[in-house]
């Protein structure tokens, strides 16, 4: 059997032409993660599983003929196509369009609070990189002072307490918790609508100084960590704005990040020190291994686990803390002394489940 290696380079593939019974493997040579993979009921479905940078991927076998295309699951719009057929040369062509040379490697941080001077911001980690496996909180504040004024007039607008997103080219997460990154020179704004879809007037794009004032949170995933008997939350923030992130350490999990009502009794210093609290009869389940129809799928463990086809999961999930009835989202919660206590939740700010599991959430209530 005849095994071809396709490399991927500046977030696009190449196109691919091969004979029928020919085994392609897809080689990582970018900054960022990325997968191989048609949509599920495409009619030859093929998976080569999530490659980090460097990473080369597991071989599929094209046993029949056809053109087939597919794409990377973590980059809108690069997609690939491969001809197979009866017999002839191999080839392998130019890139196809898609993601291009700007492809770049981004730290993000969802972003909350009332005054450009006093900024929580919530690290995005993804799982398919390890550069990214950190949960992370800083206090920070904005130094230009255009900046700052336009935070502050879209903040005391309708807009209000809506989410910000803030993007910069990668530096080493570590070295903003030991504290020798102090600032974030070249940062892009983004204000989204609550859909998540528009895009507020504002935004700004590789040109926002943000300070880093204060670590709040600084922890590496701990990827064997058992889950908690609920689900387990950071609160965080002052008298004007608290927050709580649900905990990360492994997948399946996700990223969630809303905004108190008001600071909640126990914690009356509402200072810039964090606490730990468990939202009780809620918790995450474990994934068994799923039996995943296919043509010509070379698989293992792992991608069974953290990697099944796009569409398995519908509808998508939303927030576990977002009550299904339209009721207030009001939670008695437990307090790490054992004692209980109770918060309300006045906006969802951030949810997000793929960039931890490949696409994977699994959520229980008791």
């Not at 939202?279 to 995450?284: A, D, H, S, T």
Request: charged share 20%.
């Amino acid at each position: 059997m005849t095994t071809v290696i396709v490399d991927i380079h500046d977030g696009k593939f190449p196109s691919i032409k091969i004979p029928i019974g020919t085994s392609v493997v897809w080689r990582n040579q970018d900054s960022g993660a990325h997968s191989a993979e048609t949509v599920r009921n495409s009619g030859f479905y093929f998976n080569a599983g999530p490659m980090l940078p460097g990473q080369t991927s597991l071989p599929v076998v094209f046993t029949q003929g056809g053109t087939f295309g597919y794409v990377c699951r973590y980059h809108h719009g690069m997609s690939g196509m491969i001809d197979v057929i009866s017999s002839g040369p191999i080839e392998i062509g130019s890139p196809q369009p898609g993601h291009g040379r700007h492809l770049k490697h981004y730290h993000g941080f969802v972003t909350g609070g009332r005054s450009a001077d006093a900024l929580y911001m919530t690290h995005t980690p993804i799982l398919a990189d390890p550069r990214h496996h950190f949960q992370i909180i800083l206090k920070s504040s904005l130094v230009n002072r255009e900046d700052i004024e336009a935070y502050n007039m879209l903040r005391d607008s309708e807009y209000g307490d809506g989410k910000v997103d803030i993007f910069h080219d990668h530096l080493s997460l570590p070295e903003i918790g030991s504290g020798k990154i102090t600032e974030l020179p070249k940062a892009s704004m983004v204000y989204q609508s609550d859909s998540g879809s528009d895009l507020v007037p504002g935004t700004k794009e590789d040109s926002v100084r943000v300070r880093i004032d204060k670590v709040i949170l600084f922890h590496q995933f701990e990827l064997d960590k058992p889950y908690p008997d609920g689900l387990e939350y950071i609160i965080y923030g002052d008298q004007q704005d608290v927050f709580i992130d649900h905990v990360i350490d492994r997948a399946p999990g996700f990223h969630s990040v809303a905004k108190l009502k008001e600071c909640p009794e126990f914690w009356k210093s509402c200072s810039d020190n964090m606490a730990r609290i468990l939202v009780p009869g809620k918790k995450i389940q474990e994934l068994p291994p799923q039996t995943i129809e296919r043509a010509a799928f070379v698989d293992n463990t792992f991608q069974l686990l953290w990697l099944p086809p796009a569409g398995v999961y519908r509808p998508t999930p939303q927030d576990p803390l977002i009550p299904r009835d339209g009721s207030q989202a009001k939670y008695n919660i437990r307090l790490e002394n054992g004692s209980e206590s109770s918060i309300e939740i006045s906006r969802f700010l951030h949810f997000d489940f793929k960039l931890l599991n490949y696409g994977v959430l699994i959520l229980e209530e008791n």
